[in-house]
């Protein structure tokens, strides 16, 4: 991959990162505070997100076409400190995890399958402080939390039956803007 597509791919991401961080969560701002957008402010954000080590995998890296892709995902918090963040969506919502998208992309034609990197961008679901306050997990360093969510939970396939095509796949995911390992999976 060539270092500017590597540059858009993570500004791409940087940017559904804050979009999701500012659906996700409800706060205020009075008229007399000025949001600067500079690159200083973005900085900034960015350090503000948790810093984990996101680790995916799959039982079974080929599946029947139709099946469900589970994906087994855990955040360890790398920092020194505790971190608070929130992790599993309540069902009603998306059902997948907080802050995360996906990339799918096709080995054979290397063009990610997807319509949307996170299926939460298509609700319209806002949560208040204090509807979240229960919902958050606050790592300890080297603490690990788990979960398992179907692809569909995060991300929806460009197709119209919202299933992988027969092929095979590379899938990467990223909380906040921490990257995963890339697990691939076949679909027969």
Request: proline letters at 3%; charged letters at 20%.
């Amino acid at each position: 991959m060539t270092k500017q597509k590597t540059t858009v791919i993570m500004n791409g991401i940087l940017l559904t990162s804050l979009i999701i961080c500012l659906t996700s969560c409800s706060t205020a701002t009075r008229k007399s505070e000025i949001v600067n957008s500079d690159s200083l402010s973005v900085k900034k954000m960015t350090e503000s997100f948790p810093k984990v080590d996101l680790k995916i995998s799959v039982q079974d890296t080929v599946l029947n076409y139709g099946d469900n892709v589970l994906l087994n995902i855990s955040l360890t918090n790398k920092g020194n400190e505790e971190q608070k963040l929130l992790f599993d969506k309540p069902k009603v919502s998306t059902g997948g995890p907080w802050a995360t998208i996906g990339n799918v992309t096709d080995i054979r034609t290397k063009k990610s399958v997807l319509k949307y990197e996170n299926k939460a961008m298509l609700s319209s679901q806002l949560y208040t402080e204090d509807q979240l306050k229960d919902k958050y997990y606050y790592l300890k360093p080297g603490q690990t939390i788990k979960g398992q969510y179907e692809l569909t939970d995060i991300v929806v396939l460009n197709s119209s039956d919202n299933l992988l095509p027969k092929g095979t796949y590379d899938v990467q995911l990223f909380y906040h803007i921490n990257p995963s390992n890339v697990v691939t999976i076949k679909i027969q």
